[in-house]
């Protein structure tokens, strides 16, 4: 067990449809990273959150946004879904600079959704 | 930029065979370099890390991998594999000079053991 959590673990929706996916954190880490895995892309980095704000962005579409709010969970939210956009979302944690293993992702167990 | 390339797609080995799983990486700046297990239906979970100093590490379940600056690479190794070793493995670089940021994945390489 990472300690990280992630919720739903599976979700089914139809096209055009909004979704948000949550997960929280190690406890203490500052840090929350979220990844796509689809089997065309593979794993991909979409945005990290430090602290609450907005640290870097990768191949992140319009149509998802995500927050980290105070208590340092983070939401990721998709809208106007589209099939493609089936695939399995990771959040995953660090430690903060100056902690124990600062450069160690820790990875939840994904949430799956299905986009019929 | 940073770019992962994972050899292989798949590799099949017979229980308590050496197995190599081939990593390289191109980066115009100095990376940390990570192997990720991920079994099924799973999330990933750190094998091993490359960050400096000596270039053989050694990660858990009997896993060691080594870093060649020259041929960027960083493959990884274990001298008699398992069942249980049986998942997809993810090679992966970080930046250093951005610290713990995004991670760069292969495509992954998924390992079949059979009996």
């Known amino acids: 067990d990472s300690g990280v959590t992630q919720t739903p673990k599976h979700l089914i929706t139809a096209t055009g449809q909004r979704v948000t996916l949550r997960c929280s954190p190690r406890?203490?880490?500052?840090?929350v990273y979220w990844y796509q895995q689809s089997l065309d892309q593979g794993l991909q980095f979409l945005i990290h959150y430090y602290n609450g704000e907005e640290r870097a962005k990768g191949n992140i579409l319009e149509r998802f946004s995500a927050q980290q709010f105070p208590d340092l969970h983070s939401e990721l939210n998709l809208s106007s879904l589209e099939l493609g956009d089936s695939a399995l979302y990771f959040c995953a944690s660090s430690a903060r600079p100056g902690r124990e293993r600062p450069y160690e992702q820790y990875f939840g167990p994904g949430t799956r959704l299905t986009v019929t | 930029a940073q770019s992962v390339t994972q050899l292989d797609s798949q590799v099949p080995v017979f229980e308590e065979a050496p197995v190599e799983l081939r990593c390289n990486y191109s980066?115009?700046?100095?990376?940390?370099l990570f192997w990720y297990v991920q079994y099924p239906n799973q999330g990933l979970q750190l094998l091993l890390k490359y960050l400096s100093g000596s270039t053989l590490v050694k990660g858990i379940n009997g896993f060691e991998a080594e870093f060649n600056k020259s041929q960027t690479s960083f493959h990884l190794r274990k001298p008699s594999v398992h069942i249980s070793d049986t998942a997809e493995y993810f090679c992966?670089?970080?930046?250093?000079?951005?610290?713990?940021?995004?991670?760069?994945f292969g495509q992954g390489t998924r390992l079949t053991i059979n009996p």
């Open positions: 406890s203490g880490d500052l840090s």
């Open positions: 992966a670089v970080s930046d250093v000079r951005r610290g713990a940021q995004k991670l760069v």
């Open positions: 980066s115009s700046v100095s990376v940390y």
